[in-house]
């Protein structure tokens, strides 16, 4: 990242530069959205940019926690950070701001859900470690769902309600959270569920009452009851760990209100009750395996009958029977198995297209090598494939029907050549 600096001093004494940094207002406030943003420098990072502010309320991102949007004066907040430097909190920009005092405003709708999100997390990860003592060792918020990491490789349906239960409780329960700094060297008198290990000599704890200590520097509502509701909706294996997938407040209503249209969707397509579409789907499913095993045999049946009709119009010169067929857009998959098919017979060969592929197979006991066969006409047409003695393909070759009749029709008189050769040798 490129970053230059403007209106700052060159050798800043620590005085001016902890001014410099600014004073962060959302670690006492994050409800407040409106205030007057005082810019002290400016820079541009990237070919974008970019101001400090004597202090904000902007929320830069870190911590597994987005960061906050919105506008200072008539020009767009897209992203905050933080300089590793100095910690001066950024407010990247869509347009220039000179030094000066704006109207700042934070984008309320946003940061409200990821201060749900970011509070329901500490509540969920809470109640794993007092159910099933599983540390939280990742945290993932995405645009529809969030994911925390568990250092445990299993857990049961039981479990799994009995976690979701207790974290709702506390939510429902409206518990006040308070956040507060410590001396890092008192972080060993709390109960917090992980002593970080970073820079500095003061811990910022964010305490949900009776229940969670926690090192944070995050936005949080003022009270659990303010995230709503904490539904999980997925867990996944990962390695020896688990991920818990999960939504909370605005975002659980949504995937809820998603989930009842898709539903009534169902039940309207099958005309049945909600109660029943287990017992439908699973009756629909066993339907569509038996009748893709019917299928499979009548495909079968077509295709032997198919492959006798074939071997029954070839000349047959030296006992060798050459089945040469361009099905002009055939399945790929159904061209493999004609082939394979037609090749059950005794000395017989097969040669077939479908205008961009081609398959060559033969019996045990017919003469030549399939992939030697076709190796010289993917070098030529630049396609894929390749295969062994018995069975090669090529796809891709960029080939029409009429050309493939050429190709097919020099490939088995170069077959039936080499036999007649090779029979004389043996005579």
């Known amino acids: 990242m490129c970053e230059k600096q403007l209106n700052l001093p060159a050798s800043p004494n620590p005085a001016t530069l902890k001014f410099m940094r600014g004073k962060r207002l959302y670690y006492d406030d994050s409800y407040t959205t409106e205030f007057e943003a005082v810019v002290i420098e400016t820079a541009e990072i990237d070919g974008q940019p970019v101001v400090v502010l004597q202090q904000s309320y902007f929320y830069p991102e870190s911590g597994g926690q987005w960061c906050d949007f919105g506008r200072i004066h008539t020009t767009n907040v897209t992203n905050v950070t933080i300089r590793p430097s100095d910690q001066a909190t950024l407010h990247h920009l869509d347009n220039p701001l000179p030094l000066g005092t704006y109207p700042a405003h934070i984008d309320w709708t946003r940061r409200f859900d990821l201060m749900q999100q970011h509070t329901g997390q500490h509540i969920l990860s809470q109640a794993f470690a007092r159910i099933l003592e599983a540390n939280t060792i990742g945290f993932h918020m995405g645009q529809a769902s969030c994911t925390i990491d568990l250092d445990i490789a299993k857990l049961d349906e039981t479990q799994l309600q009995q976690v979701e239960e207790l974290a709702n409780q506390v939510v429902w329960e409206n518990r006040p959270i308070h956040s507060y700094f410590i001396p890092l060297a008192e972080a060993?008198?709390?109960?917090?569920?992980?002593?970080?290990?970073g820079k500095g000599d003061q811990l910022r704890v964010v305490e949900i009452a009776d229940f969670d200590w926690n090192a944070c520097g995050g936005t949080h509502v003022k009270a659990t009851g303010a995230v709503g509701l904490i539904k999980i909706s997925k867990v996944e294996k990962i390695r020896r760990q688990?991920?818990?997938e999960f939504r909370c407040g605005k975002r659980a209503y949504a995937h809820y209100?998603?989930?009842?249209?898709?539903?009534?969707?169902?039940?309207?397509?099958?005309?049945?009750?909600?109660s029943d579409l287990l017992a439908v789907t699973s009756n629909l499913r066993a339907e569509h395996k038996q009748a893709r095993k019917t299928l499979k045999k009548q495909q079968a049946r077509l295709l032997a009958a198919e492959a006798q009709q074939l071997l029954a119009d070839v000349a047959n010169p030296n006992g060798v029977q050459i089945v040469q067929g361009v099905f002009d857009k055939r399945d790929f998959a159904d061209l493999r198995q004609l082939a394979q098919t037609i090749v059950r017979q005794p000395r017989t060969i097969a040669l077939l297209g479908n205008g961009d592929a081609l398959v060559f197979a033969k019996s045990k006991d017919a003469p030549s090598v399939m992939n030697e066969l076709l190796s010289p006409i993917l070098t030529t047409h630049n396609g894929r494939g390749g295969g062994a003695a018995q069975f090669a393909q090529a796809m891709q070759l960029g080939m029409n029907s009429a050309e493939q009749k050429v190709i097919l029709a020099s490939v088995a008189e170069k077959i039936w050549q080499q036999d007649a050769e090779n029979q004389c040798l043996g005579d």
Do not use: E, Q
């Open 188 to 197: 060993s008198n709390y109960p917090l569920r992980k002593i970080p290990t």
């Open 257 to 274: 209100g998603d989930l009842l249209a898709t539903m009534g969707g169902l039940t309207k397509a099958f005309t049945c009750a909600p």
């Open 242 to 244: 688990l991920r818990i």
